[in-house]
């Protein structure tokens, strides 16, 4: 009890508990409400190809980009029929995992 | 005459190969930091107790030129020797030989040590520093990294084995390390990664350097791949030493046992546990104000600190110790704990070391990423390995053990031998808090001033159900004990379990979720 260190507080069960955190749950992350206008990279890679122009109407399924990771071409589809609003990546550019390619909004 | 020529000739030949890949490279070894692979292994053994073998062996490469290059003892040195006098095997990788890359006969002496050890029925301990595979030999050395895993998982739970890495261990190679029991790691000097920075950084364009990619502490604080984490490699040969002091050297037998010594009198355990349940200490304090000599060999420091297991001795016998750590996140359980603390609980009941655990904590650590990250998987585990353990099992529940961390933790229910209690342990569902919240929650929504009957109900909750003794009337704690009894108890607890046998029911093996 000598030394007092900085204490931070975790609560389980309603109860506020004096303790230290660990540098894991310090950066642990905090979830996030997906957004399905959003077409984010599944796996890092590198844009090999870019098949629409912002403000085009796309079919559902219809390819859109195509991301190359680990030596395979992977075809990213239009989740839903809808429009491109923004491309955020360029062609040749190289991307991590969870980057916003292109934001699109869906049609009736 | 002839007799001391062909002794001078076969001093010669052995003095050429302990040359390694010869001065410059033995310097560029020591300009790093790191000794050669021979210094290494007589830094760990007791003196002149090392028998080198395989010094003669020669590479087998006949591809790129290989055929005509000499690498001596192509690149690993291998022996045995003893450690306070318990026999060990070694190998022990030489990178300024090749760079300790794993060519055919390199990885046959390996596995010729490795058969030897399991064979004998003594501890392996393998130094890793390669570069990995040497390419020129192609899938021959993709061949040897395999052999080398199986006897790995053959020896698992039949010999301790100990990997010391104290230089590179890329690619493939790390799987040998990752199958055995214990991970040594040095600051500066470890690295450890399926795929390196280069690549890393060609495919994915993220920059990292070796250090942060798969340092020492990336591995013993982050991933949970090292078990021992050292500044130098002087501290992880003591480390070594020390580990080896407290296993035994096989599975039929038990670790050695040592002269008995009281704790030191400056650990006064009823001095070290806050009442409120809410405030934190250090439960190190208590696993040291019951054991030998108050000595505690702690594994796995810096991984999930919320749970604290090691090696201390009680009665001269080495025994596991397992305790949530309320300093660290309260305590809760979690991925990572339920993990390292499940493993270590397999180990012990494999080299036949009794568990001690003690107990304080509320509970499972909430979250989406928790849930999310499998804790119902991850926790599993820890339910698992005290189920299936028949060593010899006690807990002491010090204050909380709350819902389903209450069962996890070495249960009456889950075959625990002796549960012992503070008068301080609290045995419920869940703490005061939560469970007034929600057995009184109309009372408190609909009175005048809720706050006022919330904190009411608490400790009318906290009055009835926080303590011991509502599990004792059911005989789930079989004794409420006072704090400065614990070691007594635990004493005498382990004398009755000392021939203990249970026998579950035959199987080929258990499936638990990993």
Known sequence: MAEQEKTQIIIVHSAKYQTTYNKKYENRKVWAEPNFNHINSYIPGTVIDILVKEGQKVASGQSILILEAMKMLNDIKMPFKGKIVKVYVEIGQKIPKNFLMIEIEPLD | MSLRRNILDLRKRKDEVRKGGGDEAIGKQAAMGKLTARERILAIVDEGSFHEYDMFVEHAGTD????????????????????????????????????????????????????????????????????????????????????????????????????????????????????????????????????????????????????????????????????????????????????????????????????????????????????????????????????????????????????????????????????????????????????????????????????????????????????????????????????????????????????????????????ADFVFAWPTAEIAVMGPEGAANIVFRKEISEAEDPDAMRQQKIQEYKDKFANPYVAAAKGYIDEVIEPQETRKILLHALRISASKDVQGPSKKHGLPPF
Not at chain 2, 64 to 75: E, H, P
Not at chain 2, 215 to 237: D, M, Q, W, Y
Not at chain 2, 301 to 313: C, D, K, Q, S, Y
Request: net charge neutral; charged share 20%.
């Open chain 2, 64 to 415: 790129f030129d290989m055929g005509n290059k000499v690498l001596a003892g192509d690149g690993v040195v291998i022996g045995t020797g003893t450690i306070y006098e318990s026999p060990v095997c070694l190998f022990a990788q030489d990178f300024t030989v090749a760079g300790g890359s794993l060519g055919l006969s390199h990885a046959r002496k390996i596995t010729k040590i490795m058969d030897h050890a399991l064979k004998m029925r003594v501890p392996l301990i393998g130094i890793n520093d390669s570069g990995g595979a040497r390419i020129q030999e192609g899938v021959n050395s993709l061949a040897g990294y395999g052999e080398i895993f199986f006897r790995n998982t053959l020896s698992s739970g039949v010999i301790p084995q100990i990997s010391v890495i104290l230089g590179p261990c890329a690619g493939g190679a790390v799987y040998s390390p990752a199958l055995t029991d214990f991970v040594f790691v040095v600051e500066n000097i470890s690295k450890m990664f399926i795929t390196g920075p280069a690549v890393i950084k060609s495919v994915l364009g993220e920059d990292i350097s070796m250090e942060a990619l798969g340092g020492a502490r990336v591995h013993a604080e982050i991933t949970g791949n090292a078990h021992f984490f050292a500044l130098s490699e002087k501290e992880c040969f003591e480390q070594i030493k020390t580990l080896i002091t407290y296993i035994p050297w096989n599975n039929t037998q038990k670790a050695k046992t040592f002269p008995v010594r009281e704790p030191k009198s400056k650990y006064k355990i009823q001095n070290i546990v806050p009442a409120d349940a809410r405030l934190p200490y250090d439960i190190r304090e208590i696993i040291k104000s019951i054991t030998d000599g108050s000595e505690f060999f702690e594994i796995m420091e810096l991984f999930a600190a919320n749970i604290v297991i090691g090696f201390g001795r009680m009665n001269g016998e080495t025994i596991g110790f397992v305790a949530n750590q309320p300093k660290v996140l309260a305590g809760v359980l979690d991925c990572d704990s339920s993990d390292k603390a499940a493993r270590f609980i397999r180990y012990c009941n494999a080299f036949n070391i009794p568990i001690i655990t003690l107990e304080d904590m509320p509970g499972y650590l909430p979250g989406v990423d928790q849930e999310h990250a499998g804790v119902i998987r991850h926790g599993a585990k820890i339910l698992y390995a005290y189920s299936e353990a028949t060593v010899p099992k006690i807990t002491v529940i010090i204050r909380k053990a709350y819902g389903g961390g209450y069962i996890a933790m070495n249960s009456r229910h889950l075959r």
